[in-house]
């Protein structure tokens, strides 16, 4: 079963930026995509970005309108999500989540996800 261990949400001024990181143990699979969705106040899960098999692409959602990077880490299973120029829209809990080989649909389709951090940006 996969652990997820997410950090770097907080409060940051609209503008600023934000770098999340999360460390997955418990894979069942080498052949993994790693992505972040988010949720804000009252709303649905959208897909902000994953990264396909091996790390090999990056897929993007609508969401942040190419203000957010994902990237892996040196290990296996370790991932990271940079959001800058944040806007106050982009208040939600941020969720690191995986699927087995690829990206799923709409980047928000996965086979488990993290507890998620909560990113509020102020005005």
């Known amino acids: 079963e996969e652990q997820f261990v997410e950090s770097g949400g907080g409060l940051v001024q609209a503008g600023g930026s934000m770098r999340l990181s999360c460390t997955i143990s418990g894979l069942r699979s080498e052949e993994v995509a790693i992505g972040w969705m988010r949720q804000g106040p009252g709303l649905g899960r959208e897909g902000v970005a994953c990264?396909?098999?091996?790390?090999?692409?990056?897929y993007y959602g609508a969401s942040m309108d190419g203000r957010a990077r994902i990237s892996s880490g040196d290990k296996k299973g370790v991932a990271y999500l940079q959001l800058d120029d944040l806007k106050p829209e982009d208040t939600a809990e941020y969720i690191c989540?995986?699927?087995?080989?690829?990206?799923?649909?709409?980047?928000?389709?996965?086979?488990?996800w993290g507890q998620g951090v909560q990113v509020t940006v102020s005005s």
């Open positions: 990264l396909g098999v091996r790390g090999n692409r990056a």
């Open positions: 989540a995986v699927n087995y080989p690829w990206c799923g649909s709409s980047l928000v389709v996965y086979h488990a």
